[in-house]
DNA sequence: CGGACTTTGCACGGTTCCGTACAGCAACGT
DNA sequence: ACGTTGCTGTACGGAACCGTGCAAAGTCCG
């Protein structure tokens, strides 16, 4: 942490990758030796704080980052100041695949929703020339990319048809398993811009969630107390993407 | 008609296409000669009435279509029976996407919303043969994708911030855009089920629409008006994905 | 023409969620 | 200690939307 500042906008300050440092990038641990090391030349290391943009909608995507601590929320934004989460990606995926399919500017605001977020970070550039060089990179990259879509038919289907509490627990779910820990760390106003919904709204839920024993929640955090209830609360909308995630990367779930 | 029997289920019975038909669907219009060639010894031409179901969510997805005429739904389910529209696919793209992102099953219904729907269909193999084969071809249908991945991302953000009246302002510019009349044939009960709202609502909501002069509503049909009032409604809903179509796909829009 | 069926209009009370406002409480710097 | 700031709890009226049920109108078919 004392080389490593994180500046505003995200343009964190990097450092050259380690050849010794362990992997916590879900994906890059999945690859070959051959597919990896297409890529590690290229990877520095680059720490975010909370709230530090890692890519903004609209603009050119220059590099991507596989994150290695932390957790981004995928934002799509109205022309007002309002806007919404549409998924979360963390040490499981990376940011940036529009690149993968073709695309060289990010639909998305993409933001560290974590304390001392770490990324692997490498040019677009370099990317793509891997990608072209292995079908199995592209192909393994793709199939993140995938599942993050089916997490977004969730979030469309869970915001339809589920109360508050309901799609609450389910953030708290995807939330959870980008995350080391049983606490997360998240005000009610964060809470608040991932479900599209009214701060004290939020207050309620987690009360009403508290009160199911299925959480505890104390000042800027949530503490994850039974995973199940969670899970039968948030119904269908979580699951299929996290067994897509594993039929498809062929990895175990982290819990 | 006479020889193409649609049947329950999607598998309606095909005839080969001729080399001399002319084409509808856009993504084929758009490939290099090279790249349609590697895929026109496979396609055959089907057609679906109302309610055929293209792919059904689990199963393996075994062929691809090239929507030549009609909408298909792209459809999210829950456990019970209720099922959310995540997003529209026309004559500008194809059905079977997965198979291009790596999955070989397909997360979603996909069911035809148009009478006389038709589509060129070839089987998966083949297709991964072509892409396998060409770069550009792979290109312009992981575009496709990654277009349609932005729609579900919009439709998430309208579904938490619009009110029903604007929702439908945007479902039905998404079906205006891919139908070739202003007369969209759609009643309230499937309005219902795209909006995931209560029947009743969606007359109230039409009603408002009609009132404002934006379309006219008769039995089982709506016509559209004033295009641009609706598009007013739908706000910033609308209009982003079918930019970045034009970006990447390098096409005119059709109106 | 008449009956069956589909589609639409409408009304009722009830619930969820909204916008807003304000007060209590924790954390923090000075 | 004190004020400042950020986070949380709570309350109020109002709007949007729900589930339900039923009647009217259009469509189809014999």
Chains 1, 2 share one sequence.
């Not at 039974?226 to 995630?245: N, S, V």
Request: hydrophobic fraction near 45%; include cysteine.
């Amino acid at each position: 942490m004392s080389t490593i500042v994180s500046l505003a906008r995200g343009a964190a300050v990097a450092t050259p990758r380690r050849d010794d440092a362990p992997l916590g990038n879900r994906l890059l641990t999945s690859l070959s030796p051959e597919d990896f090391g297409l890529l590690a030349p290229h990877l520095e290391l680059v720490s975010f704080a909370v709230g530090d943009c890692i890519t903004r909608a609209g603009d050119p995507i220059d590099s991507v980052c596989f994150l290695e601590q932390g957790i981004a929320g995928v934002l799509d934004s109205l022309d007002d100041d309002r806007r919404y989460a549409v998924g979360l990606v963390g040490a499981e995926g990376f940011i940036g695949w529009p690149l993968v399919m073709g695309d060289d500017r990010s639909p998305y605001d993409v933001t560290m929703r974590a304390e001392r977020g770490q990324a692997l970070r490498m040019p677009a550039e370099a990317l793509l020339a891997a990608v072209d060089q292995s079908p199995t990179l592209r192909l393994t990259l793709l199939r993140f990319a995938h599942v993050f879509m089916v997490q977004m038919g969730r979030t469309v289907v869970s915001s339809l048809a589920h109360s508050i509490e309901r799609r609450m627990a389910r953030w708290i779910l995807l939330y959870h398993d980008r995350v080391q820990a049983d606490e997360i760390c998240m005000t009610h106003e964060e809470f608040r811009l991932m479900l599209g919904v009214r701060r004290s709204s939020v207050t309620d839920a987690l009360h009403r969630l508290e009160e199911e024993h299925a959480i505890r929640a104390v000042r800027a955090k949530v503490l994850v107390h039974d995973r199940t209830k969670l899970m039968a609360l948030a119904g269908d909308t979580y699951g299929q993407p996290e067994q897509d995630y594993v039929r498809l990367l062929q990895m175990d779930r982290r819990r």
